[in-house]
Nanobody, 112 residues
Framework: QLRLVESGGGLVQAGGSLRLSCAAS????????MAWYRQAPGKQRELVAS???????NYADSVKGRFTISRGDGKNPVYLKMSSLKVEDTAVYYC??????WGQGTQVTVSS
């Protein structure tokens, strides 16, 4: 079993920055590829960024150049640094382990 706990969400003005963290605990043998997803009200959950065990990253077009996914030392936690935030980035952000585990989500609200 793997438990993922997100933190770092909050309210920020447009143009501001936040850093989300996702800490894994439990049976974490074999650190795996992970990702951040987000879900805005009335919309489907969408992939924001992913990172492989080897450090290869991938981003949604909407966040390229503004968001950075990275791992801490020892590959835990996984971070999402968000800069130049836009109102449309407002969503609940979820951490995901590609073995099929989700975090509980953290709310990010960007005000104009």
């Amino acid at each position: 079993q793997l438990r993922l706990v997100e933190s770092g969400g909050g309210l920020v003005q447009a143009g501001g920055s936040l850093r989300l963290s996702c800490a894994a605990s439990g049976s974490i043998f074999g650190i795996n590829a992970m990702a951040w997803y987000r879900q805005a009200p009335g919309k489907q959950r969408e992939l924001v960024a992913s990172i492989t065990n080897g450090g290869t990253t991938n981003y949604a077009d909407s966040v390229k150049g503004r968001f950075t996914i990275s791992r801490g030392d020892g590959k835990n936690p996984v971070y999402l640094k968000m800069s130049s935030l836009k109102v449309e980035d407002t969503a609940v952000y979820y951490c995901f382990d590609f073995r099929g585990y989700w975090g509980q989500g953290t709310q990010v609200t960007v005000s104009s």
